[in-house]
């Protein structure tokens, strides 16, 4: 019986090759589109959820107006030997400086020279909270042993090649040697921070003992912790503000605004931090949850779409068949068996679209990973669940789009179907121009959204920043041999015939900021901006136009510590309709500067997002410069 009907399936299907080839065509192109946006979507997710106990781990974060992810290196080991809910703690910093470009390390083993940014500096209690599989050697041994490093196997490869790694000799910067203790696994791409290194805070401690970087004053590390089980956030974070104070010495009016609730140390749950935390500090670009969702609807509305079209098709074909439908009854077939063969039909159709959806997928993958800056495949871990969701979609498709033709031709009589009565009713007919509607609805709405998506892009890649970004080098000062010799090297690169103009800043435009207040008047609240350390040549080199008053000028040595340009963004935080001249007084990291306003630059944007710049200082200041 099964051999017959497929034969009749096959010989109808065949009879019909155009139908046949729109049909799973359409719905194969949909599923390959729906299927790929659902890869996407499983790797936004799951991001950090590879650690064996990332439900319970949390990074501390600072919460305020202007929020950052950075708080003090002795934080995470305090908590976890306070707050019995806390089983462990662990703090790491990133060895780069603040700019957008990283400063790069000089590693040398034997003969072989390699420039590294990927160097994390870890507390030894790293592996009690994350768990980054060892290939080789004791990690947890070599964090709590001075002068260690860990690799991943990937810069492993590249440093010693097929050579055990384990006990050789790494030179950093040409003063540091340290050697390799442990091997790990690469780092899986779904983690919110990678790195190619692990260097013990243990190592730093012992070449700085006295550091002021190590200390409960510098809001300049990453901490995170992990809950004992069954523990409960909530209640860990209504104990925050006052355990916090205990080590940190706040202000009355910061100490009543965290009662409040205003600000203060905030619980960041790990596995949310790549859709739902943007804030200032984060170890790397992560993404929004938006994004998800948006996604989703539109995988959504392309599968909906493709069933739609593959059950009008087969609605629409269905009425052709009711002269069969009258033959096979009028011979002794049976209604059970008229179902079973349009639903095997479909279910044929369905199933022949879904297997060449899967190889459209494997096929367009890898142009899809370029668009998608991802590293996608389809048969991954978790891959097999895709797989069979695929299955069921191409299971429902085909039931709902045979339902029709199964139930409502096997119900005719053979009399009136040989006399050629059956007619398409209204109640057909309105169900089809509903389907088509509503195809064309959800069509019209996923080209207007790629239209508005595409527009907002080109105004991204064609808006003009507000600095020359072309035709500019960025180079990092590693060491203070190079910042103290900067104005010989500025010199010497200026000699080159292919170089206009030199500058030397603390960060890069359009980079990352370190923020501190500013205040003018003394009767006015200090307002938190962004600062930029730069040398004269900073407005010429770059392209920065002013809107008023005048550049640092070299004929007025007052400038050199007591002059200062602001952006647009901050002479409107300070509603200055004239900043130029009006005092101000910077409190720095280390010192607090007084000085007045010579210029107003124009406002720039963030290089690669085209995100406007906020409220901006820039002062001289020379030999703190990093680029």
């Known amino acids: 019986m099964l051999r017959n009907y497929l034969k009749i399936a096959l010989r109808n299907l065949r009879k019909r090759p155009g139908y046949t080839f729109i049909n799973v065509a359409g719905l194969a192109v949909g599923l390959a589109c729906c299927l790929m946006i659902a890869l996407y979507v499983r790797h936004e997710v799951s991001y950090d959820a590879f650690h ?153 401690k012992q070449q700085n003992p006295n550091s002021a970087y190590f200390t409960w004053d510098d809001f300049g590390h990453y901490n995170y912790i992990r809950l004992a089980e069954g523990a409960d956030p909530a209640a860990l974070q209504a104990q925050l503000p006052a355990w916090s104070a205990r080590y940190i010495d706040f202000q009355e009016e910061t100490l009543r605004a965290m009662a409040e609730g205003r600000l203060g140390l905030r619980l960041q749950r790990l596995t949310a931090i790549h859709l739902h935390s943007n804030i200032r500090w984060e170890l790397e670009p992560n993404s929004d949850a938006t994004y998800v969702y948006a996604f989703s609807a539109a995988a959504l509305l392309i599968l909906l779409i493709a069933c739609i079209n593959f059950m ?47 190889a459209f997928t494997e096929m367009l993958l890898p142009l899809f990973n370029t668009l998608a800056g991802a590293d996608l495949a389809l048969m991954d871990v978790g891959g097999s669940r895709l797989i069979l969701g695929l299955l069921g979609v191409v299971l429902g498709t085909g039931l709902v789009a045979g339902s029709y033709p199964a139930f409502y031709l096997s119900s005719f009589r053979p009399v009136q179907v040989l006399k050629g009565k059956p007619r398409a009713g209204r109640s057909e007919a309105a169900f089809r121009k509903g389907l088509v509607v509503i195809q064309f609805a959800i069509t019209i709405t996923l080209i207007t959204g790629t239209l508005v998506v595409q527009r907002q892009l080109d105004y991204l890649t064609s808006r003009p920043l507000g ?161």
């Open 467 to 627: 600095f020359d970004q072309e035709q500019v080098v960025v180079l990092s000062m590693k060491d203070e041999t190079m910042r103290e010799r900067y104005e010989a090297v500025k010199e010497a690169i200026g000699q080159h015939p292919g170089v206009r103009s030199a500058t030397a800043v603390s960060n890069v435009p359009g980079g990352r900021f370190n923020q501190n207040p500013i205040q003018w008047r003394g009767d006015v609240a200090a307002q938190s901006v962004a600062e930029l350390r730069a040398d004269h040549d900073f407005l010429r080199t770059l392209g920065v136009e002013l809107a008023a008053g005048r550049d640092f000028s070299r004929a007025a040595p007052t400038d050199v510590g007591e002059a200062f340009l602001l952006n647009e963004a901050a002479a409107r935080l300070f509603d200055w309709e004239t900043p130029v001249g009006e005092e101000i007084t910077w409190y720095d990291d280390e010192t607090t500067r007084q000085g007045r306003v010579v210029g107003v630059m124009e406002d720039f944007h963030f290089a690669s997002l085209h995100q406007q710049v906020g409220p901006l200082i820039v002062q001289i200041m020379p030999g703190a410069f990093n680029y």
């Open 312 to 358: 009008n098709l087969a609605t629409a074909r269905s009425m052709e068949r009711a002269r069969e439908v009258g033959v096979r009854k009028a011979v002794g077939a049976e209604r059970r068996q008229l179902i079973a063969q349009f639903l095997g039909e479909s279910l044929l159709l369905s199933g022949v679209a879904g297997v060449a959806a899967l």
């Open 52 to 204: 064996e106990n990332a439900d319970d781990v949390y990074r501390v974060a600072w919460f305020s107006e202007n929020p950052q992810t950075r708080t003090p290196h002795p934080m995470a080991l305090a908590m976890a030997q306070d707050l019995p809910v806390v089983h462990a703690g662990t703090s790491l910093t990133p060895l780069w400086g603040p700019g957008l470009t990283r400063p790069t390390y000089a590693l040398r083993y034997e003969d072989r020279h390699f420039e590294e940014r990927d160097i994390l500096a870890v507390d030894s209690t790293f592996f009690e909270v994350f768990s980054f599989p060892v290939l080789q050697g004791d990690a947890r041994a070599a964090l709590r042993v001075p002068g260690q490093i860990l690799f991943t196997r990937s810069a492993a490869a590249r440093y010693f090649g097929d050579e055990d790694p384990l006990g050789k000799q790494i030179v950093v910067n040409g003063d540091t040697d340290l050697t390799v203790g442990a091997v790990l696994e690469d780092v899986p791409p779904n983690a919110h921070f990678h790195f190619d290194f692990l260097v013990s805070y243990v190592t730093l």
